[in-house]
């Protein structure tokens, strides 16, 4: 909390520091009225002084507070609420609510100790996993290294596929043993820099090198990019060069999710401090904070004696003169209609927010956290940026339009070709699209086994997987049903170490030739 607090504090700023300008007639206004009500009377002529005090309530006392002491504060507040206080930037709704986050897993025999049942690696894919789960909506990338350093999957909003290729890493699957983190640190910074939000880097390890301590050393005191480090070791165990890092952020491997947490709020930092730099986003006008500090004040008038009539009539006629849009409904007094949306979408009510959005983005991502992605989809068609053209790839995907998903991801590379999950992305729709064609190419169309068009749709516009009855009676047995996703999922895991090692292979003779 305090780092949000001191990120805040230094952020801090007006988007219309002239209307300040108010505040100095507002101060003579004060001084000026004020004065003249705390004035000691005049001795009364005509009494003798000792039955004037008498006579006297109140002598001696002074009147700390008066009705011009309430008016001038909430004029103060209305002034600081016209001036736009903000001390944080309106996120774009298409990137990562968080900071994005290359996870750079260890994968060494050391790892494969059981002293953390079942071992090692495998609490470490747990823990992993756990952490994908709890920033869902986010960008996070692997990285494995042993000797050498891969990519096992570039920044993705999809956990499934980094389980995949996570479940498939093992010590057999890396080229050279060795625990090289200097390479992994490369790769990760690499990763994030094709991003246009700065991110953080998680190594996930059981301890670090002397060989490896200085690039981490040099990268810290450049106050580059934030490293976090979550030993998976047992308590009390050494860690190597780790324990001498200077201002390292280490996180011991917990049984509950302690661990996660500390991790999440040290990529929220990240994300605040990415946010706060970018000149691209606007400033979140906060000026409602101070509107509703100062209606408090306006209900002290209702006592008797407090009543500035004066004071009525200019908010009066200042509510009259306003447009009659204004005064429709009460909330629009103090929120604009995007500002209404984001209060429903952070309340989970994204029906109601998709409503309320003016900014298309953000209607759009409304739509489709709602879950209704042909509308979604529609929508972000009729906007022409790469950002919009990667929403509608994603929500084509989600709603199994195969090739429209292709076709709106391509438009978004279009746009811009250095748009890594796009690409991304289109590689994995690419590979659906392909397997289900070619699973009906083999198989039947999947009704015999319950999975009718609600399971999978696509257009087939490449005239594949056509077969007739004829063909079917030729058969000796009839043809295996079509998989379901998941079970594709699971046969993909099997074959997913053999695919890695591989790679994993010729990334390493590729880098070895001249």
Known sequence: MMDVFWDAVSAFRFLRPAVLAMLLPIGLLWWGIRRRMVRPEQATQGMAPHLARALTVGEGASQRIVPIDGVAMCLILLSLAAAGPSWSRVP??????????????????????????????ERAKFKILD???????????????????????????????????????????????????????????????????????????????????????????????????????????AIGALERLPGATIVPLSADDADVKAIERATASAYRAALLGDERLEWDDRGWVFGWLAMPLLLIWFRRGWTMRWAVYVLLLG??????????????????????????????NYTDAAELFQNPMWRGYALFKSGNYEEAAEHYARIDTPEAAFAEGMARLRNRQYRPAIAAYEKALTLRPDFAEAEWNLQVSRAILEYVEATREAGDTGEEAGIGADDVVFDNEAKRGAQTDSDFSEQEDAPAPMQTAEQWMRSVDTDMGDFLRTRFVQENAARDQP
């Open 92 to 121: 774009n709704p298409l990137l990562a609510q968080t900071a994005p986050l290359v996870v750079a897993l260890e994968v060494s025999r050391s790892m494969e100790a059981p002293d953390l049942p079942p071992s090692r690696l």
């Open 319 to 348: 509510g009259g003169i306003a447009p009659s849009p204004v005064r429709a409904d009460v909330l629009d007094w103090f929120f604009t209609p995007d500002q209404r949306g984001m209060m429903a979408f952070r309340d989970k």
């Open 131 to 237: 952490l994908v789960q709890a920033r869902a909506g986010a960008r996070t990338g692997l990285i494995a290294y042993g000797g050498t350093a891969h990519q096992v999957a570039p920044l993705t909003e999809d956990p499934n596929v980094l389980r995949v290729m996570l479940e498939a890493l093992s010590p057999a699957v890396m080229p050279t043993p060795g625990e090289n983190a200097t390479d992994a640190l490369a790769l990760a910074k690499a990763a994030l820099e094709s991003n246009q939000t700065p991110g953080a880097i998680l190594f996930v390890l059981d301890d670090l090198s002397a060989t490896d301590a200085p690039a981490f050393a040099a990268e810290m005191e450049a106050d580059g990019v934030p490293v976090i480090f979550l030993v998976a070791a047992p308590k009390g165990e």
